[in-house]
């Protein structure tokens, strides 16, 4: 019983206007389906009475073909009325359901701008600002602070290894110096060796002689 008192919407009422309309337009294509039998029935009994001579009949029956042909030609209008009808329905539906979501839209959007401040949402993005380009300096000096701290580690390294480079050369040279230079013990000659090294007359000669003096 609720569902009879129940106020129908608007798409309630177009949908019953649409099923109308296509009950229309079967009524008109069955109607035309009838008058185009009608038709080709008068066209065959014109024929006949041609055959037979009867001029009369043939006119009588000529008008009614007339007539049914007008009548036929009446349905393909109507039936073009009645779709142009179910397609303005169609559009008129889709406006409205435009209608109502933009009025939804603008509801929306009112009640949005009721809630909102202006001016604390302005304050609130240049505190925004003012907080991130604080954060981007704070950030900016602990890069720079970071990169003097790794730059003066590098340098303290690189002198290091520059000495390191520096003692190892000379720790070089001095041990190859020690290695080449003669030990004292080794550079005085002692007295055996100076009496066992004298040298003859005949052998200084010799030496002479092969380095080609005479």
């Known amino acids: 019983m609720a569902s009879l008192f129940k106020k129908k ?22 109607d035309r389906a009838a008058l185009e039998k009608q038709e080709k029935q008068l066209e ?21 073909l ?8 009446r349905t ?8 142009s009808m179910s397609t ?10 435009m209608a109502g979501a933009m009025s939804a839209t603008a509801k929306t959007m009112q009640a949005v701008n009721k809630k909102m401040d202006p001016q604390k949402t302005l304050q609130t993005m240049q ?6 380009m604080k954060m981007e300096m704070t950030e900016e000096m602990i890069n720079d602070t970071l990169d003097d701290i790794f730059d003066a580690s590098d340098e303290e390294e690189e002198s290091q290894d520059i000495v390191n480079q520096v003692l190892d050369e000379i720790g070089i040279e001095i041990s190859d110096k020690m290695a080449k230079a003669p ?10 060796a100076s009496t066992a090294t004298t040298i003859s007359d005949e052998e200084i000669e010799r030496q002479l002689k092969a380095l080609g003096v005479d």
């Open 9 to 30: 919407t608007v798409d309630d009422i177009i949908k019953e206007q649409n099923r109308e309309l296509r009950g229309t337009q079967r009524a008109i294509s069955r």
């Open 88 to 97: 303005q329905t169609k559009v008129m539906n889709s406006q409205m359901k």
């Open 127 to 132: 505190n925004f600002q003012k907080e991130n």
């Open 183 to 192: 030990s004292a013990a080794r550079g005085l000659p002692s007295a055996s």
């Open 44 to 64: 065959l009994e014109i024929k006949k009475m041609a055959k037979t001579g009867n001029k009369e009949a043939c006119k009588v029956l000529a008008k009614q």
């Open 66 to 73: 007339v007539q049914l042909r007008k009548q036929k030609n």
């Open 76 to 83: 393909y209008a109507v039936s073009s009325k009645v779709t």
